[in-house]
């Protein structure tokens, strides 16, 4: 069964929104991190978050993780059209690398 | 840069073919990876390579196989090819050991099987 499921599972917003995606998951955690896929290509990293942190930034990327609840949540600042994309969630529950991946949210940023 | 490639961007294949999708990274990782992707069903694991010519099975292995002859090539194949892998297919890479790594994707492979 999926380790991580994303909510909501689409969203739909407007240049310069704020998105927030969030991700919920069933067992204790190494770490979680979120990747971003454009349509038909291949996934590419965006943060890493350790099992110790609670808060991380990147650029205009804002990754919180509440153990205690098992969930995550990813914030989007500013959004572009180039945001346009689905965002996964992956747990990492050894630390080994290997990684389970939730089913997805698919983002919509229109001009 | 790092970076991870695949042999097709897109494949055709007929039922009962045998099936070989490459999968070669530049970034001396230790660790591969091969997943397929479904629409409604997200990544799932199908075998993974901590080394060379050592393999392990992921979550939906069945059907498939994998080699790992040299370090930066990991290979899957469908040793007879159904329409049920239809599907994307997406290898990655990540350092090795105790830690905290990302993986590098690949840009998939779709494979369609008639």
């Known amino acids: 069964s999926q380790q991580g499921e994303e909510d909501p599972q689409a969203l739909s917003i407007q240049e310069g929104e704020n998105a927030t995606m969030n991700c919920s998951y069933k067992t204790s955690i190494n770490n979680l991190q979120w990747y971003r896929q454009n349509s038909g290509r291949g996934l590419v990293h965006l943060i890493l978050?350790?099992?110790?942190?609670r808060e991380k930034h990147s650029g205009r990327l804002r990754v919180t993780l509440d153990t205690s609840k098992k969930s995550s949540s990813l914030l989007i600042t500013a959004s572009r059209a180039a945001d346009t994309a689905s965002y996964f969630c992956a747990t990492d529950l050894s630390g080994y690398s290997t990684l389970t991946f939730g089913k997805g949210t698919m983002l919509l940023v229109s001009p | 840069d790092v970076k991870v490639t695949q042999s097709s961007r897109y494949l055709v294949k007929r039922t009962g073919e045998k099936v070989f999708l490459e999968c070669v990274q530049d970034?001396?990782?230790?660790?591969m990876f091969w997943y397929r992707q479904d629409p409604g069903l997200g990544l799932r694991l199908i075998y993974f390579?901590?080394?060379?010519?050592?393999?392990e099975k992921g979550d939906i292995p069945e059907g498939y196989s994998v080699s790992r002859e040299k370090k930066e090539r990991f290979s899957l194949i469908l040793e007879s090819a159904s329409t049920n892998q239809t599907s994307m297919y997406l290898c990655?890479?990540?350092?090795?050991?105790?830690?905290?790594?990302?993986?590098?994707f690949g840009p998939g492979t779709r494979l369609t099987v008639t």
């Open positions: 970034m001396d990782h230790e660790n």
């Open positions: 390579s901590y080394d060379v010519k050592m393999k």
């Open positions: 990655a890479s990540s350092s090795e050991g105790l830690g905290n790594h990302e993986q590098y």
């Open positions: 978050i350790r099992s110790n942190e």
